[in-house]
Structures are given as C-alpha cells and as structure tokens.
C-alpha cells in the first residue's frame, strides 16, 4: 500500500473503518484497533489487575472482533457492542478460574418506594474517602467473584450508565443496579476488614516500641 493510501486508511471515521473493515480491508481493522486498543486494555486490566493477562485478553478480544465485526449492525453504539464482546472475552476467562460463578439475574428484595435493590445503611463508604489506597482496592476488586467485578468495574471505573452496563452485559437494567449494590457491599467488606488489619499491625508495631523503650 502507498504511503498515500495509508494517510487515507490512517484518517478513516470509525463509520467508514468499521464498515471498509467488515468488507476485509485489514488497514480499516488496524485503524479501528488503534482507536480503542487502549481504552479495551484498560477494561481488562481493572477486570483481571494483572498487566500481562490483560494484554493477552485485548489480543483476544480483537481477534473476536476481526471474526465477528461483520455481524455489528449499528443497533448500539460500537463502542458498547465492542465493550461488550470484551467483557465476554473476560468473563470466559474468569469463569475458567474461578468456581464463583455470580448469575446476573439473582435478585434482591425491591425497595417497596423506589422499586429498586433495597440499600442498607452504614457507615461512609470507604471507596469515597481515600481511607483505602489504591493497591488495596485493587486486591479487593480482584477478589469480587465474575458478575459483580463486571459491573463495578462499567459503572464506577469505565463510567457507563445503568443502560448501557445492561447492553454490554446482556442484563436488565434493574440487575445491573443489584449487581452494582452487592459490588460495593462486598468492597465494604474487604477494604473494612483490611482496614481492621491494619489498625491491629500498627497497635502490634506500637506494643513493641513501647517494650523496647528503656
């Protein structure tokens, strides 16, 4: 190809790449790939919080793109259809390490006002006050079984809204919000119990200072 030719194919409209790409163009395909290679390597590292893994989870994901991209048909927005195959590719990933399988269409008890997943009342959300930092957090998102990590990975880290999540993850919009409820639950949980940990380590370390005091 001239060099001519691949200033045209690098300046292509995702509409225009993606539908040359559906055609067999390879150029079109790479130039979708460069336009959300790093925004779906993104996705899979919060999902997986290992870098190498997530690097051969975008591979893959794009290589299920390169099969399947002749069947997207406009109904969504392509970066949801792409998001959505990624998250699958994830999920398959997840679900080959992991017994704890989490099924997006168990349901919690409805609020009786609102309709939605009852909320519980606690104390401040640890994720909200920088008590917790970041490594910690990540070990505790790793440690959310496949449905919730998805969700609250879409919806508190990617930014998707509700109808959007229920596009990507073949759900309802009321399950998403009951996935995203019992995400940040169990997130309490961890990052409350780590904190506990600490506390007992820094009182520990404490004890000992003041034993070797003269």
């Known amino acids: 190809m001239t060099r001519t030719r691949r200033s045209e194919i690098g300046e ?3 509409a225009d790449a993606i539908r040359l790409a559906q055609q067999g163009n390879a150029e079109a395909f790479e130039r979708i790939y460069r336009l959300h290679n790093r925004r779906v390597y993104a ?3 919060r999902m997986v919080s290992n870098p190498a893994e997530a690097e051969d989870l975008t591979q893959e994901a794009f ?6 991209i002749a069947t997207f048909r406009g109904e969504s927005a392509f970066t949801t259809w792409l998001h959505r195959l990624s998250v699958n590719v ?4 997840l679900r080959r390490k992991t017994l704890a399988e989490t099924s997006l269409e168990e349901e919690t008890e409805p609020d009786e006002e ?3 997943p009852r909320k519980d009342i606690g104390g401040p959300d640890l ?3 920088g ?4 490594v910690h957090l990540q070990r505790a998102i790793a440690e959310l079984p496949p449905g919730y990590k998805s969700v609250f990975v879409l919806h508190d880290i990617q930014g998707y809204e509700h109808n959007e999540i229920a596009q990507i993850m073949n759900c309802s919009i009321g399950n998403s919000k009951s996935q995203l409820h019992k995400a940040r639950m169990r997130l309490r949980e961890l990052l409350q119990e780590t904190l ?5 380590e820094q009182r520990q370390a404490a004890r000992g200072g003041f034993g070797s005091s003269d």
Do not use: H, Y
């Open 12 to 14: 292509l409209s995702e």
């Open 43 to 45: 996705l899979c590292l």
């Open 63 to 68: 290589l299920q793109l390169f099969r399947k």
């Open 90 to 93: 994830v999920l398959m990933k």
């Open 114 to 116: 609102t309709g939605g």
């Open 127 to 129: 994720l909200l006050t």
């Open 131 to 134: 008590s917790v930092d970041r």
């Open 196 to 200: 506990r940990q600490q506390a007992r």
